[in-house]
C-alpha cells in the first residue's frame, strides 16, 4: 500500500468518481435532494481561459508610479437624478439577511464603504446596521418580497430587482427552519424555525411588460431619485438584457452560473445557467443593438477572484463587477483557524459550503448567538475592504500594462483565449492566431 490508502491497480471511473459514489449513497439513505452553498463546483470556461495582452512595440504602457489609472464608475444615469458613483468598479452582490448574520452584513457595508463601493441587501430586508454601515446601499426588491417595506426603498441609494441568480436561473430561493432565528422570521412575517421557501417569479408579473410597470412603481414610490437595476442569472441573456433594458432598466446585473448561493439544490447549481464568460459578450451586443452600452451599465458577476478577472470583465464590456463568496472569504468564511471545527461538521477550512446549516463556525453564515458572536464586524470589514484594495491595484496594474488610463478603456482587443471554447464564448481570438470560433472575417 503507498500513500492515502491507494493500492496499484485501484482505478477510480471518470463517470462514477468518488463524489458522484458518495451522492447516490446519499440520496439512497435520505430520498432528497442535496442542497449546498458556494458555486458550482465543476470546472467551467471562465477568465483563466483567457489572458491580456501587454503592451510592446504596438502599445504603449503606462508608468505604474506615475501614470494614473482611473477607477470611478457612474451606475444609472441613464433616468435617475441621483445616480450611483462609485470610486472603484467592484460591488459586494446581494446575500441575504437570513442567510448571514447582522454582523457579516454589517461588515459587508463596512468594508464596500471604506473603499467608495456599494453594498446590496437580499431575500428578507433591510437591517438598520447594514444600513448605517453602507455607505451606498443597493435595495433589493425580490419574488418572495420578504421584508420588503417602502420606506426602506427610499432609504436605498439604489433598487435592484432580481429576477434571477446566476446559481439558479428559473429557481426560487431557500432557508432552512434552524436559521429563521426570531429576529429573521420578525422581518420576514414568517413563523419562526420553520423551513421557507422564496418564489421563483415574481407573484405580480405574468411577463416583460409587467416588468416595465414594475420598474414605472418603483420609480414613483422613490420620486425618480434613484436608479433601477435588474438582476438576471445567465441563461437566455441576448433576449433578457434586451427585453429589460427595454422594460427600462438603468443597469443590468448578470449573473453567470459559477455564482455563489447560500441555500440551493446541487443539481441546479451545477447544471443550470451559462458561465458568465460566455453571458458578457451576448448581453454587451444586445446592448449595443439597442444602442445602449455605457448607457445602461453592465454589472457582472460569477466567480470573480482576482483583480484579473475584473480586468478581463471589464475588456469584455462590462461596466463594473460584483462579488459575493470571495467577498465571505474575505470576512473570514473557510479560515484556517476554524479547521477543526469545520472537521468536526464533516468537512475542512477549504471546502467549507453548508452555508444551509447555520452552523458556520465563523459566525457568517448563521444566525446562532454563541456562533455569530465570534465574528467581529470591524475587523471583517477591514479585511474586506483590504482585499477590495487588492483587487483594484490589481486591475490598474494590468490595465496600466494595457496601455489604459482608465480601467473602463479595456477592450475586447486587450485579450485573447487559451481554448477554442473560451474563444468562441467571449469571442475573442485563440491566442497567437487570429481566429474567433464562429467569426468569418479574421482579425489580422
Ligand atoms: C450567502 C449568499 C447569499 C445570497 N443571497 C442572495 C440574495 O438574497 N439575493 C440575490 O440576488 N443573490 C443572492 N446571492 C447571490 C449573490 O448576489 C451573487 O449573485 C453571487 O454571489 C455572485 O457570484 P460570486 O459569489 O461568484 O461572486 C447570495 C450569495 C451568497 C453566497
Known amino acids: 500500500m503507498v500513500a492515502n490508502g491507494w493500492h496499484p491497480g485501484m482505478r477510480e471511473s471518470a463517470t462514477f468518481d468518488r463524489n458522484t459514489i458518495a451522492e447516490i449513497q446519499r440520496a439512497a439513505r435520505e ?12 470546472r467551467v470556461p471562465h477568465f483563466d481561459d483567457l489572458l491580456l495582452l501587454g503592451a510592446s512595440v ?20 441613464r433616468s435617475a437624478r441621483e445616480p450611483v458613483h462609485l470610486d472603484i468598479p467592484i460591488t459586494i452582490a446581494g446575500m441575504s439577511f437570513g442567510a448571514l448574520s447582522g454582523p457579516a452584513k454589517e461588515a459587508l457595508g463596512r468594508g464596500a464603504s471604506e473603499v467608495g463601493t456599494s453594498t446590496t441587501t437580499g431575500d428578507g ?36 430587482v432580481v429576477v434571477g441568480q446566476g446559481a439558479k436561473p428559473g429557481g426560487g430561493g431557500m432557508l432552512l427552519g434552524h436559521k429563521l432565528s426570531e429576529r429573521v422570521a420578525a422581518m420576514r412575517d414568517l413563523p419562526q424555525g420553520i423551513d421557507q421557501r422564496s418564489a421563483c417569479r415574481h407573484p405580480d408579473w405574468t411577463g416583460p411588460d409587467d416588468l416595465e410597470i414594475k420598474i414605472e412603481e418603483l420609480r414613483e414610490i422613490t420620486d425618480w431619485r434613484i436608479p433601477i437595476y435588474v438582476k438576471i442569472g445567465a441563461s437566455r441573456t441576448a433576449y433578457d438584457v434586451a427585453l429589460a433594458v427595454k422594460a427600462g432598466a438603468d443597469a443590468i446585473v448578470l449573473d453567470g452560473m459559477q455564482g455563489a448561493t447560500a441555500a440551493t439544490q446541487e443539481v441546479f ?45 471589464l475588456a469584455l464590456g462590462a461596466d463594473a463587477v460584483s462579488i459575493g463568496q470571495a467577498a465571505l472569504i474575505a470576512l473570514g468564511d473557510n479560515a484556517p483557524e476554524h479547521d477543526e471545527e469545520y472537521r468536526a461538521l464533516g468537512s475542512a477550512a477549504g471546502f467549507y459550503d453548508d452555508y ?24 471583517g470589514g477591514r479585511r474586506l475592504a483590504n482585499y477590495l484594495r487588492t483587487l483594484v491595484l490589481e486591475t490598474q496594474a494590468l490595465a496600466r500594462a494595457c496601455g489604459k488610463s482608465h480601467v473602463r478603456n479595456l477592450e475586447p482587443e486587450d485579450l485573447v483565449a487559451l481554448t477554442i471554447e473560451a474563444a468562441a464564448m467571449a469571442r475573442v481570438p485563440l491566442a497567437g492566431t487570429s481566429w474567433i470560433p464562429g467569426h468569418a472575417h479574421s482579425l489580422a
Open 125 to 160: 430586508g433591510m437591517t438598520d446596521e447594514e444600513r448605517s454601515h453602507s455607505r451606498i446601499l443597493v435595495y433589493q426588491l425580490l419574488p418572495s418580497r420578504y421584508g420588503m417595506n417602502p420606506d426602506d426603498l427610499r432609504r436605498a441609494d439604489a433598487v435592484e
Open 269 to 313: 447549481i451545477e447544471h443550470v445557467g451559462i458561465p458568465i464568460l460566455a453571458a458578457i459578450p451576448q448581453a454587451v451586443e444586445s446592448l449595443e443593438e439597442l444602442g445602449m452600452h455605457r448607457v445602461v451599465q453592465l454589472v457582472v458577476s460569477g466567480g470573480i477572484r482576482t483583480g484579473a478577472d475584473v480586468a478581463k470583465a
Open 356 to 379: 444551509q446549516a447555520g452552523l458556520d463556525p465563523a459566525g457568517i453564515s448563521t444566525q446562532e448567538e454563541r456562533l455569530l458572536a465570534r465574528f467581529d464586524p470591524v475587523e
Open 31 to 42: 430520498g432528497i435532494y442535496a442542497i449546498k452553498g458556494f458555486g458550482a463546483k465543476r
Open 58 to 77: 504596438s502599445r504603449y504602457p503606462l508608468e505604474g508610479y506615475r501614470e494614473r489609472c482611473e477607477t470611478d464608475v457612474i451606475i444609472g444615469a
